[in-house]
């Protein structure tokens, strides 16, 4: 099955970007949907954006709709979140994570097979 590798973690001040890079190896990059998911410490993992199993259509959650950009290039096994305007309470571990089912939503942790290891992303206020 596909391997996981997230990078691009860090500490910035609220407002600033980072972006994400998940780095895939192992299979069929294409083969697999994909999403990010977060947890913060005490809380359970909380989804962020994915992207539908065609891979064309993103959808994100809420509290990050507008500032979040999730994408990915096939050619290159990777997979990005770029996110803008950062808050505070965006602070948490960051996972990529990748299912090889064929399923209407990809917003739940069991909707996945194979996870990353995790970058900690860090925002100061």
């Known amino acids: 099955q596909v391997q996981l590798v997230e990078s691009g973690g860090g500490l910035v001040q609220a407002g600033g970007s980072l972006r994400l890079s998940c780095a895939a190896s192992g299979r069929t990059f294409s083969n697999y949907a994909m999403g990010w998911f977060r947890q913060a410490p005490g809380k359970e993992h909380e989804f962020v954006a994915a992207f539908t199993w065609s891979g064309t259509n993103p959808y994100y959650a809420d509290s990050v709709k507008g500032r979040f950009t999730i994408s990915r290039d096939n050619g290159k096994n990777m997979l990005f979140l770029q996110m803008n305007s950062l808050k505070p309470e965006d602070t948490a571990v960051y996972y990529c994570?990748?299912?090889?089912?064929?399923?209407?939503?990809?917003?739940?942790?069991?909707?996945?097979?194979?996870w990353g290891q995790g970058t900690q992303v860090t925002v100061s206020s």
């Open positions: 994570a990748a299912s090889r089912s064929y399923r209407s939503s990809y917003s739940a942790p069991s909707d996945y097979d194979v």
